[in-house]
């Protein structure tokens, strides 16, 4: 079964993502956590990127259906969530094509509806812990000791160089502009199940787990 996570930044993607990687052994792809590895690591295309990242604009569709292509051909799992892909229309049709030619398809686009203003109160306060790269926030998730990872007790504790308020403003605009179309794409085909993205955590899983069945 492979989904979509759908939403704006903030919504929770990257969470939910982890958790049915944890309960189900599925795959997740997500092309932020793909360009901040290739930036972190230095390397051509992580320098190309990074500026842009930092910026809050989305990089150039090529790139990333390039990056999506490599994994889908290299790992395996019981299915795919793409969590921040697609984010354009263009990067849609790759993917129902790329899907295509591994004879699979798509079961399923999670849309996680949220309002601006709780984006930006969660966007503010998030981190991640760097061994590990659960996340956590300052006032709704933080962990259980301070500075100490919960899962892995990990102590590098790491904020994203957009996750600001002026970033988060670029990505909201690049969101609405670009991404936010693919609602009315997937909803014409059928595939789209809206979720409250505002409930907690738990709350939000249930609703997705009771959506894949
Ligand atoms: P994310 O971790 O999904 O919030 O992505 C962080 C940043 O990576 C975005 O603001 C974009 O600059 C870039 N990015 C991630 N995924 C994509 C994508 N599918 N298309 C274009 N840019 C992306």
Redesign the pocket.
């Known amino acids: 079964m492979n989904i979509i996570l759908l939403g704006p ?1 903030g919504a929770g ?2 969470t939910q993502a982890r958790h049915l990687v944890e309960t189900r052994g599925m795959v997740q792809l ?4 793909m ?2 590895e290739a930036k972190s690591s230095g390397t051509k295309l992580g320098q190309k ?1 990074a500026a ?2 930092d910026t ?6 090529e ?2 259906i390039g990056l999506i292509e490599e994994k889908l051909t290299s790992e395996s799992g019981a299915g795919f969530i793409f ?6 229309l263009a ?1 849609a049709d790759a993917l129902a094509a790329l899907l295509a030619k591994l004879g699979q398809s798509l079961h399923t686009v999670v849309e996680m509806r949220v309002d601006d203003d709780a984006l930006v109160k969660r966007i503010t306060g998030r981190f991640t812990c760097g061994d590990c790269g659960e996340v956590y926030h300052d006032d709704i998730n933080p962990t259980a000791k301070a500075g100490i990872c919960d899962k892995c007790g990990g102590t590098e504790m790491t904020r ?1 160089g ?1 996750d600001n308020e002026v ?1 988060l403003r670029t ?1 909201l605009m ?1 969101y609405y502009k670009k991404t936010s179309p693919l609602i009315g794409y997937y909803y014409a085909k059928g595939d789209l199940r809206p979720v409250n993205g505002l409930a907690d955590i738990t709350e939000v899983q249930k609703s997705i787990e009771a959506i894949l069945g």
């Open positions: 930044p993607k990257g997500s092309t932020g956590d360009l901040r990127v842009i990242m809050g604009k989305l990089v150039t569709d790139i990333v969590d921040g892909f697609p984010r354009t990067q994203r957009d970033s990505r690049e």
